[in-house]
């Protein structure tokens, strides 16, 4: 079975700065990714999600971006923070039979 | 687009008892998947159990059931023997077989266990 990775699992960061937050995957292959925010006490978001290395689609339009450089890996990035930023950031990937998604732990993302 | 609605912001149970969680979706579609996650306050979402829309059937995982009404686009959990580990927020989600196949949530039911 797939096991998710999240790193950093806390951050916090100035307004204006970048940001990379990673995600690996353990366990499958060719797994769909996505990136997913939860804001304090709301349900998730869909951000990005990603059906093959290089193939990025968004969701929502915002100062975030998000690549897949290597087929397990997905990274969500900025270039300047904004307050509104901050939230809880999960990685999601889709087991054997894409059907069906399963989380990482997530990244606790507060900008000050 | 797809929405998701779960009415109960918050509900609690005895302990041994059970309790059932309220979800109701809206779509235009006949081939999808719902699902329930749990997320404890670790804040990791956790698949509890998922239903696919062409089976009749209600899906079961231990003390976990659903009760699926397709023409009626509820989708219920049911947990039985409440243990104080299923303390979590419940969230319901939705999952079309088309396009990015995302995940709709609802907004989520916080479930407290009194002992």
Redesign the interface.
């Known amino acids: 079975s797939q096991t998710i990775h999240q790193w950093p699992a806390t951050l916090v960061q100035p307004v204006g700065s970048p940001l990379s937050l990673e995600c690996t995957v353990e366990g499958t292959s060719n797994p ?1 990714l ?1 990136w ?1 925010r ?1 804001a304090a006490g ?3 978001q ?1 951000l990005f ?1 990603s059906v093959g290395i290089g193939q990025i ?1 968004s ?1 929502v339009p915002q100062n975030l971006s998000a690549s897949r450089p290597q087929d397990r890996q997905f990274i969500l990035s900025s270039k300047k923070l904004l307050l509104s930023d901050s939230g ?1 950031y ?1 990685c ?1 990937c ?1 087991g054997s039979a ?9 990244t ?1 993302l507060t900008v000050l | 687009a797809q929405t998701v609605t779960q009415s109960q912001p918050e509900m609690s149970v005895q302990e041994a008892e059970t309790v059932t969680l309220s979800c109701t979706y809206d779509t235009s579609e006949s081939d999808y ?1 719902l ?1 329930w ?1 749990k997320q404890p306050p ?6 509890v159990i ?1 239903q ?1 829309a062409y089976k009749q059937q209600n899906a079961t995982e231990n003390r976990f059931s659903v009760n699926f009404q397709k023409a009626a686009k509820s989708f219920s959990l049911k947990i039985s023997d409440s243990q104080l580990g299923d303390a979590a927020m419940y ?1 319901c989600a939705y ?1 079309t077989n088309f396009g ?4 709709t ?4 039911t916080r479930l407290t266990i009194i002992p």
């Open positions: 769909n996505y997913y939860q709301r349900g998730l869909l999600y689609s969701e809880f999960l999601a889709t894409y059907d069906t998604q399963y989380f990482g732990p997530g606790r | 998947y699902f996650y670790s804040r990791q979402m956790i698949l998922r696919e969230f999952r990015n196949e995302k995940l949530f609802g907004t989520g």
